[in-house]
């Protein structure tokens, strides 16, 4: 699976019903559960993002459906980076030569 970490942040209507924030994540989580994927840390942070999650998922097509999917309710907007573990970053910089 490949890792994807999600920079989140609420949008007005997002912030106007931020105390069901926990229910909106609970109802992401198990919709990304049911396009294969999952959510392996959720972090709410302070500064340029409210929120980032680290998750994973078969594909990036999979990956961009989530994130549409999630924009399109209103409440929060993302960014996604795909994210390269260690071993690949590694080989990566090897191949070049």
Do not use: H
């Not at 559960?33 to 959510?39: A, D, L, S």
């Not at 999979?62 to 309710?73: D, H, I, Q, W």
């Amino acid at each position: 699976m490949t890792t994807y970490i999600i920079l989140v942040n609420w949008t007005e209507q997002g912030m106007r019903t931020v105390r069901e924030s926990p229910r909106r994540l609970d109802a992401a989580k198990a919709l990304l559960k049911e396009m294969g994927g999952e959510f392996k840390a959720f972090y709410l942070t302070m500064g340029d993002c409210d929120m980032v999650a680290v998750c994973e998922a078969p594909d990036d097509a999979v990956a961009a459906r989530f994130a549409l999917t999630l924009g399109a309710e209103g409440n929060v907007r993302t960014r996604t980076l795909k994210a390269f573990p260690e071993e690949a970053y590694r080989e990566i910089i090897r191949s070049l030569g």
